[in-house]
């Protein structure tokens, strides 16, 4: 039996490794390929998006894979995340003038603003499951979205300005050190862009490494004996309603933490977060595999870049895509395919590696 822990201990380990050289593997050959101009622009511009939506699809299987609930309000918590990122460099921008403290100083609130709505949002839906929770969190993203839509925030000389659903009146403001930080479905402007594909990296690697460990964990067993039986899961003592805000709350904040990377990277409007964006994630977890880490990465990277690298094809590109979704859920519920990769993963190079060395 001890034998048996060990040896699913090693295996665990590998797995987390080869995940993380992957990753690595992937983005140093494309940033070498791009810098010798082997790939256009174009590819350039997608690196750092892929290391946000990487973040994203990891931190919702969390929540659709490991825990078995079914969320639909990812785009919410990247909202709050981008929104509070945002405006917290913009506040601080003057007053922290070394982006090296400011920025990770702003992923981190912003992260954390994500994970309190996701403790928040949490505590009333606990005893909801299946379409049910899905309704609510659809409507929680969309009502986080319709806030921001009518928050307006100017700053002067005298304090913060602050209106809901109607415009400011600046003829009481002072005009030369007026400063917008939010004026509702407008996008928010003098977000510094410190984004590049180096902390989209790092970013993705911490996420992987918190998120693989957690599932790994004693608290990872609860979440999965929570999604096989929940009714079995309570009669043995396990905790629910503390294991399912763990869950909703790790998952919050690396949304927020991807949300306040994109604030940081691309044009923050309200728009962006709406319920397509939720959907679009879930596809990245469901075509991945559902529970599968590693897969959500690979998922995250290939439909990410398809539509932006079959812009060329102009009227083809989505019946392309198209085709590519349909061909991989089919590939992802045949056994013999699966079987088939299960030969050529990291997994299976380490066991025969350490084969030879016990020979």
Do not use: W
Not at 155 to 171: C, E, L
Not at 264 to 274: A, I, L, R, Y
Not at 279 to 299: D, E, H, K, P
Not at 304 to 323: C, D, K, T, V
Request: with cysteine.
């Amino acid at each position: 039996m001890r034998k048996l822990f060990l040896k699913s201990i090693k295996s665990s380990t590998r797995n987390k490794f080869s995940t993380y050289i992957m990753v690595i593997a992937f983005f140093s050959i494309a940033a070498i390929l791009v810098e010798a101009g082997i790939l256009g622009s174009l590819f350039k511009g997608l690196l750092v998006p892929m290391c946000y939506y990487i973040i994203l699809a990891v931190s919702l299987n969390l929540t659709v894979g490991i825990l078995g609930e079914l969320s639909l309000g990812h785009a919410g918590f990247m909202c709050v995340g981008a929104y509070v990122g945002g405006v917290f460099s913009i506040l601080t921008k003057d007053i922290i003038t070394s982006a090296l403290i400011r920025f990770p100083l702003a992923l981190v609130v912003g992260g954390l603003a994500a994970g309190l709505f996701g403790i928040l949002i949490g505590i009333p839906i606990l005893r909801l499951k299946g379409d049910y929770l899905a309704i609510v969190t659809l409507a929680f993203g969309e009502i986080i979205k319709k806030l921001v839509q009518n928050i307006y925030i100017i700053k002067d000389v005298t304090g913060f300005h602050f209106s809901f659903a109607t415009s400011i009146d600046t003829s009481t403001i002072d005009s030369e050190s007026k400063q917008v930080i939010l004026n509702g479905p407008m996008s928010i402007s003098g977000i510094p862009k410190n984004a590049n594909i180096v902390i989209g990296v790092i970013l993705v690697l911490i996420t992987l490494f918190v998120i693989m460990n957690l599932v790994d964990s004693r608290s990872g067993r609860a979440f999965m004996a929570i999604r096989d039986n929940r009714i079995v899961a309570e009669g043995i003592g396990i905790n629910i309603t503390k294991y399912k805000l763990i869950v909703f709350s790790f998952s919050a904040f690396f949304a927020g933490v991807a949300g306040s990377l994109f604030a940081h990277f691309s044009t923050v409007d309200p728009t962006k977060f709406d319920y397509n964006l939720s959907i679009l994630i879930l596809v990245f977890v469901v075509l991945g595999g559902i529970g599968n880490i590693r897969g959500s990465v690979i998922a995250a990277v290939i439909l990410y870049a398809l539509p932006e690298l079959l812009r060329s094809f102009q009227n083809y590109r989505m019946l392309i895509y198209a085709i590519v979704l349909i061909v991989m859920m089919i590939l992802n519920n045949n056994e013999k395919f699966l079987r088939f990769k299960e030969r050529f993963t990291f997994k299976r190079l380490f066991a025969k590696k350490h084969a030879k060395e016990d020979a």
